[in-house]
């Protein structure tokens, strides 16, 4: 038996769907989210509003609109508003719409049929069911590209103006688009992109410091007392910063290192353990 045991207190604290309570260096754009979308805590049936977010690969996207989506809905539920966050990968769903929005409803309905039914017709019967039970959504997109790439304009189309149709009923639906860089949205027609690029946020990739204050937060969170060197955490930062400052780069580096040095009875997780899990 290991005279140290393992060197992890919570590897779930570095697991790529974790969302910790607080974004270190990240603040600001939070801040942005929830001011843009503040107006549902007031008079949530009076507007919908659709964000975009973009940045390189580890710059905090994803983790930015979940940590919103529990913080926003927490504040609803305590003004006793029925707001929803769902969070779709566009991706996982091969950029289909009918799958996206198919994911939507069966979270209102599990046992929803499948079949019989066109993308339009289940966004038409999403809005029914929100308005059935007084809720609002706001659905994120993640890589967004995809369903741009698969079903272009004009499904981005029918999704950003469902309201227009719709004036004299709530607005029950609002968007926040999550993608690399905005290039993709030059395949949509003039109408849709200007639609979509009202509001902005643009993260930049972490700076080395920055990358150092996650790494600590995450260390702190997942790791045992005095198991991980600064020297370690220094060179990983160093390595996610060299990655374009990629934050989710250096937390997989961190799991990894970790495992090397409880699989060979270490008990601290030295920089060798790092290289070690960079050359895997």
Sequence with gaps: MSPYGSVFRDETKLDINYVPHKLPHRDAELRL????????????????????????VGSGKTVLSQRFGADIT???????????????????????LFLILYHVVSVFHPNFPRRGYSAEELLRILLQILDEENAYVILALDEF????????SDAVYQLTRIHEARQDKPQR????CILRNLKITERLDASTRSTLQSNIINLEGYSKPQLKDILDDRVFLAFKPSTV????????????????????????LLWRAGKYTDAE????VIPECVRKAVSS
């Design 265 to 268: 009875d270490l008990g601290t």
């Design 173 to 176: 639906l609002s968007f926040i």
């Design 74 to 96: 927490r504040e609803a539920d305590k003004h006793g508003i029925n707001l929803r966050y769902a969070h779709v990968n566009c991706r996982e769903y091969r950029g289909s």
């Design 229 to 252: 060197p600064e020297d370690t955490v220094d060179s990983t930062a160093e390595l996610a910063f060299a990655q374009g400052g990629n934050a989710r780069f250096g937390i997989e």
């Design 33 to 56: 989210l929830k001011e843009f979308f503040s107006f549902i805590l007031r008079t949530p049936s009076k507007m919908a509003q659709r964000v975009m977010i973009t940045g390189k």
């Design 145 to 152: 590209e995809s369903l741009v790439e698969r079903e272009g």
